[in-house]
């Protein structure tokens, strides 16, 4: 008797504020983890810590704020956040501004803003508004259009170029006509299609400098002091980790300035080094665990557009930690996705939270729409 | 909008779809993640010895090497910023096994103080493992040699050797050289947006004022790399590789540093400037701006004391007089004001004037004095108005003429406008017009503003290098050259390739013979027994012509007299002249403001006469002593 009224108290409480107590807490955790993994990256910098603290305090009131607003508001403004997410992505190549070479902001006299940002929460509200608009499993023609919903933003991020944010908002609107029921068989066309797109892509749409890092990524030990230092360097930090680490703050890749990147993209190489495989799978049972949870409550959710977007948002997170990892041990390019909640830096952080913030709220939201 | 449903829609069976779905995904997520976990299995578990050693191998880094920063000459090849090998004594605090130990001994050795080392131990915290912290920076040579005999015995104790500027002319040269200075957080960030974070990763200095900053793209040079062997501690134990780095571009201003000498000289300790430009390139042979300050204080970092002295002067050293400062341009523009009169047919050269002393418009109780209580009599044509400076020809001439058309004018010789001179530190001044005057103050542009205007008075202010300018384009018949104080590249073996002159929108010329009358107005201005720098410019061996200004700071009432020694010192007259010689064949133009002083034709003419003399005992010896070679002119 006890043990169910606390448990329905639990749960009122965290239903008054819209919180998923249990991903709230795989989130925090690992925010703890990355800001210990980033004291010993960066050297030891305090100022390092406190700024990552500013920023994972903002991201997580963002998160929170968003967790307020019913799904259905969101489903509302789907198609605004979309359109205005493009023509601010044209605007961007027309009148960016070039920082590292690429164009990815926008300057709006008053803020600067990337909007390719929020064109990867923007991308699958879109798609999960339109496909879920029709009954399920969509037909051809729905599919055609979603795809084409996500090809055109993604085109216009790979032409910036920034290759990483428009793999993720590809595999954002692609995981939510999945999710909707796409057959099999036009999977596998898809697919097909894909590969064939590829040799276009590396023509006409891939920088110099991206093609490099695919070629040197190929074969790292051609360049090994060159663009193949990054790979080779970080392939040595994570071996010799071993199984048990070096020690937290004990990594000489790291320590020795080895490494590059060490705070940012390539934090999971500080990781494994410091930590080794023991620390690398309590590390992933982590992730694990919040794309599990994040998983159950899209199937939970009360209608198709919500259990799209959930599940969208939670596979997306997922690519992140699957691409980034990837990269740092060798067996993806080098793209510049950062290991999410754990690498340094704000941009990413902030879209990441606001998704699991509506995540949460569509995992809390009342049945009143049920049925 | 509400949906259209083809069929009635099956809620289960399409969250059976999706939970369906979400199954698969999740496997596809845990194939993926053993996929990562059997990838990181082979390389920390299998091939875990195999990178071990590597990485206790891992000796090769590569490092950034600075560029060494190009050199600053003057136009004869006289070096004015060099760069000189500085010392510091650093520590690797994890390489040595006894820190206060060590500490100490090097504190007997080296006569290092208590507060050094307490400075050094602040430093110790949040300072990465394994990077050197200086202990003491800029060691003398004798502490160089103390330490380098005994180093031996110091395992993490080094001394490093860095290039750092020096400025042999110290304040002679501060407002147009400029400095370099430590790169601090907020050029950190220039040089990101620049996109230029990898050429200046070795770099510790960055130009902050004057030349130093403005070419700094040419002064800085390319990045170079270094490949080296580390051990295990990371301390570099031999070199395997150098791309070396390329040096900035030493690069020679239009500067002659004699000429800059004799223009600090000449002023003395008043406050002014002092601007000399070859007059048909607009190149920048001397500017000075007294009082300057020593350069090399900024260069390792200034003390805040000195700091706020040079904040807080009333003399204000910061400021290039030269390019930021505002003054009334006064009677020097009377020339331009005189040509516009005659452009524009409101005059001719016959028209003349009866000079009371006093100037009335109708209707106004207003009455505008000449500084010539009695005024000049009878017969003041363009000419006698510029030769004497008749103020109230001026008057007359302004209110004919109205401000509109003498802004436009003006502003066609580039007042109120930045001449684009090769230094961030410019002013662009004011020079008004109605629309100004309705932003500014709200109000109306009233007669009596044109009238002040008219004698470069009221709301009207140039610099001295806007002065300078106006004045090249009026003695070369309307072209105008940007002033400019970079000259060229110091190539190997002594050659200078030449940075190409800039010019911007000449003046169109209506009637040549105009032009000629305001030149020949500017030579009687020196030449005639009755100019206003005659007495300056009394028997100098060359021929030149100007015009001398008195600016007023503070306006005299009505019916009071100026009394120099009842105003305020600070709001006493400036002393001004603008001219150019030799007039035939105008090689030298000279601008100089004295701040609160007195009559122009009293301090500045003089002043401007020593320049003139200076120039042409230095490049036309001949004209002082027949045998002498030439040296051929600054052109």
């Keep these: 008797m006890k043990r169910s009224t606390l448990r329905e108290n639990h749960l009122s409480i965290s239903h008054r504020f819209h919180v998923d107590l249990p991903l709230l807490i795989g989130l925090l955790v690992l925010m703890a983890v990355g800001l210990v993994t980033i004291y010993s990256a960066g050297g030891q910098d305090i100022g390092l810590i406190e700024r990552q603290i500013v920023r994972l305090g903002i991201a997580l009131g963002v998160m929170l704020a968003l967790a307020q607003v019913p799904p259905m508001a969101f489903r509302r403004l789907s198609i605004y956040a979309y359109g205005a997410g493009v023509l601010m992505l044209v605007a961007v190549l027309v009148f960016g501004d070039i920082g590292k070479g690429a164009q990815r902001w926008l300057d709006l006299g008053f803020v600067r803003f990337q909007p390719s940002e929020a064109m990867k929460l923007a991308v699958p509200m879109m798609v999960a508004w339109y496909i879920s608009k029709f009954n399920l499993p969509p037909r051809l023609p729905h599919i055609i259009i979603g795809f084409t919903l996500v090809v055109v933003p993604t085109i216009l991020i790979a032409k910036q170029p920034d290759l990483g944010t428009s793999l993720l908002i590809a595999s954002s609107g692609v995981f939510a006509i999945f999710l909707a029921g796409m057959s099999w068989r036009l999977i596998m066309l898809v697919a097909g299609l894909v590969g064939a797109f590829l040799p276009v892509m590396w023509i006409f749409l891939m920088q110099d400098y991206q093609k490099q890092r695919v070629l040197t990524f190929m074969n790292p030990e051609t360049d090994p002091l060159g663009s193949g230092y990054h790979i080779i360097q970080s392939k040595i930090a994570i071996g010799s980790g071993g199984l048990e680490g070096k020690g937290w703050l004990q990594g000489t890749q790291s320590q020795l300035e080895f490494l590059p990147e060490r705070h940012t993209d390539f934090i999971f190489a500080v990781f494994s080094e410091e930590f080794g495989l023991i620390g690398v799978l309590a590390l992933l049972a982590i992730y694990l665990f919040i794309i599990i949870r994040g998983l159950m409550l899209a199937v939970r959710a009360q209608n198709a557009y919500s259990k799209l977007l959930a599940g969208s948002i939670t596979l997306t997170f997922f690519v992140y930690v699957f691409v980034n990892m990837g990269m740092v041990s060798g067996i993806l390019p080098v793209v510049g996705v950062p290991l999410p909640l754990v690498s340094y830096g704000g941009t990413s952080m902030v879209t990441l939270l606001a998704g699991f913030g509506m995540l949460m709220g569509i995992g809390t939201q009342k049945k009143l729409l049920s049925r | ?635």
Excluded at chain 2, 131 to 156: C, D, I, M
């Design chain 2, 1 to 635: 909008m509400p949906i259209k449903r083809q069929t009635i829609r099956d809620h289960s069976a399409e969250a059976n779809l999706f939970a369906r779905r979400a199954v698969i995904a999740a496997l596809v997520v845990f194939a993926l993640l053993a996929l990562v976990v059997s990838n990181l299995y082979v390389l920390q578990v299998e091939h875990y010895e195999d990178y071990q050693t590597r990485s206790n191998g891992n000796r090769i880094k590569v490092l950034p090497v600075a560029p060494n920063r190009g050199l600053i000459y003057d136009r004869n090849g006289v070096l004015l910023a060099e760069n000189r090998p500085v010392y510091s004594l650093e520590i690797i605090p994890e390489q040595v096994s006894n820190l206060d130990e060590t500490l100490q001994v090097l504190q007997a050795l080296m006569g290092i103080t208590d507060e050094e080392i307490a400075d050094f131990k602040k430093s110790l915290r949040g300072q990465r493992r394994f990077k050197p912290v200086a202990l003491r920076t800029r060691l003398s040579e004798e502490e160089v040699a103390r330490f380098a005999s005994r180093s031996h015995r110091f395992t993490g104790v080094s001394v490093e050797a860095r290039l750092t500027r020096y400025y042999p002319f110290k304040d002679t040269l501060t407002h147009v050289v400029g400095y370099v200075s430590k790169i601090n957080k907020k050029d950190l960030q220039k040089i990101q947006e620049a996109g230029e974070e990898d050429n200046y990763a070795a770099t510790y200095d960055i130009g902050k004022l004057g030349i130093e900053k403005y070419h700094e793209d040419i002064l800085h040079g390319k990045v170079g790399f270094q490949q080296v062997e580390v051990n295990s501690q990371g301390r570099i134990i031999r070199t395997l590789d150098v791309q070396p780095p390329t040096p900035g571009r030493d690069i020679v201003l239009n500067l002659d540093i004699r000429l800059q000498q004799a223009a600090q000289q000449a002023l003395k300790d008043m406050r002014g400037t002092i601007v000399i430009s070859s007059t048909k390139t607009g190149g920048i042979l001397a500017m000075y701006s007294n009082p300057g300050y020593d350069p090399n204080l900024f260069v390792h970092g200034i003390s805040s004391k000195n700091y706020s002295a040079l904040l807080n002067s009333p003399d204000r050293p910061l400021i290039n007089r030269a390019t930021q400062g505002q003054y009334p341009p006064a009677s020097t523009v009377k020339p331009l004001l005189g040509l516009l009169g005659l452009e524009s047919k409101k005059i001719d050269e016959e028209y003349s004037i009866n000079d009371t002393g006093r100037f009335r418009l109708p209707n106004v109780t207003h009455v505008w004095r000449d500084w010539k209580k009695w005024g000049h009599g009878k017969g003041v044509n363009i000419t006698k108005a510029i030769e004497l400076s008749c103020d109230t020809y001026y008057y007359g001439l302004a209110y004919e003429m109205g401000i509109d058309a003498i802004s436009d004018y003006m502003s066609d010789f580039g007042f109120g406008d930045y001449t684009g001179i090769d230094l961030y530190e410019e002013s662009d001044a004011n020079l008004p017009n109605r629309g100004w005057k309705k932003a500014r103050f709200n109000q109306p542009w009233y007669i009596g503003d044109t009238i002040a205007v008219g004698i470069g008075q009221g709301y009207w202010t140039s610099t001295p290098v806007q002065l300078i300018h106006a004045t090249n384009a009026l003695v070369n018949n309307g072209t105008r050259f940007v002033p400019q104080i970079l000259r060229g590249y110091h190539e190997l073996g002594g050659d200078t390739t030449l940075e190409p002159l800039k010019t911007l929108r000449p003046i169109e010329i209506v009637d040549q013979n105009n032009w000629n009358i305001i030149h020949d107005a500017m030579f009687k201005t020196v030449n005639s027994d009755i100019g206003t720098a005659r007495f300056a410019f009394a028997n100098t061996p060359y021929q030149s012509a100007g015009k001398t200004g008195t600016a007023q700071l503070f306006s005299v009432a009505q019916d009071a007299e100026y009394v120099a020694e009842e105003v305020d010192e600070r709001l006493r007259d400036n002393a001004m002249y603008v001219g150019y010689a030799p007039y035939d064949n105008p090689e030298i133009t000279v601008v100089v403001v004295v701040e609160n002083v007195g009559g122009g034709s009293k301090y500045a003419a003089p002043m401007a006469r020593k320049m003139m003399d200076a120039y042409f005992e230095l490049y036309r010896p001949e004209m002082f002593a027949s045998t002498n070679d030439t040296q051929g002119a600054a052109e």
